[in-house]
């Protein structure tokens, strides 16, 4: 579903270039929940961004369903495809757009018909009632905001959803709940994640396998439950540390 090969991503130009990823390499199979894990600045949100296509100074391959990410280069097509969730729910969702509003842009830009009925699925995808739909995010819990932000990218009918850092930003009981649900959504959309954390429980509870970053480069790829079986409950927390940075 999707390849990476070669990447290269950096920011600014000599002397002040950054090189941000460094020769990055993995895939992830249709269906499958991967994690990038490790210290900060290590390039795990560098690599989402390039995935989206919202970073254009890199080289290499990414390939999403055997067709090329192009910087750029993003039609109604790509976002079908490809959507993804930001940490803060706070900033992502415009404070003068009612969930009405935000579901309703998401599904005309999608040139998607039967709005209504639309927007009362996505609203109960994501656990939220239909009371919810005229409300502001002023008027919503953290939790709340977040399930709005996943509607939202539900609401293209994606295949792959990155999600960055997306409980971080919420207190922990609600954490478990965006977890749980996006578990439940992985299930039932047939939906590939690819998600950054720096924090090794939550990968743990909803990735298959995951890749450690170190200074822009990936270092080490496992699966989460082979190094839980396979590995002990010792060497588990050894990677947790080195991964948490
Ligand atoms: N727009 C930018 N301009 C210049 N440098 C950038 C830019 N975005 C990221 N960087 C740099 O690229 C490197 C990787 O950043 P990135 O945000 O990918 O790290 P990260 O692993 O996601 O960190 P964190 O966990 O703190 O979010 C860092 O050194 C960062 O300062």
Not at 50 to 75: F, K, M, N, Q, Y
Not at 95 to 120: F, T
Not at 169 to 194: F, M, P, W
Request: hydrophobic share 40%.
């Amino acid at each position: 579903m999707l390849t990476i090969d070669d990447l290269d991503v950096w920011f600014g130009y000599p002397p002040d270039r950054v090189d941000a990823v460094r020769n990055a390499a993995f895939s992830v199979a249709k269906g499958e929940s991967f994690g990038l894990v490790g210290e900060s600045g290590s390039g795990k949100s560098t690599i989402l961004r390039a995935v989206a296509g919202l970073i254009d100074s890199w080289s290499g391959r990414i390939e999403v369903d055997g067709h090329p990410v192009h910087a750029r280069r993003r039609d109604r097509a790509f976002y079908k495809t490809v959507q993804m969730v930001f940490q803060d729910p706070y900033a992502s969702l415009h404070p003068r757009h009612s969930v009405d509003a935000v579901l309703s842009e998401a599904l005309s830009l999608q040139g998607m018909d039967d709005i209504d009925r639309r927007i009362a699925k996505l609203l109960e995808d994501v656990g939220l009632g239909r009371g919810f739909r005229f409300r502001y995010p002023h008027q919503l819990s953290g939790g709340q905001r977040q399930r709005v932000a996943i509607a939202r990218a539900l609401a293209a009918e994606p295949r792959l959803l990155l999600l960055d850092e997306p409980t971080s930003a919420l207190d922990v009981s609600v954490q478990a709940e965006i977890l749980n649900l996006l578990t439940d959504l992985r299930a039932e959309h047939g939906l590939t994640y690819v998600m950054v954390s720096h924090d090794l429980a939550v990968v743990g509870h909803i990735c298959d396998r995951l890749a450690v970053m170190q200074h822009g480069r990936i270092v080490e790829v496992m699966s989460v439950e082979a190094l839980r079986k396979g590995a002990g409950e010792q060497e588990y927390t050894r990677h947790l540390i080195a991964a948490s940075g």
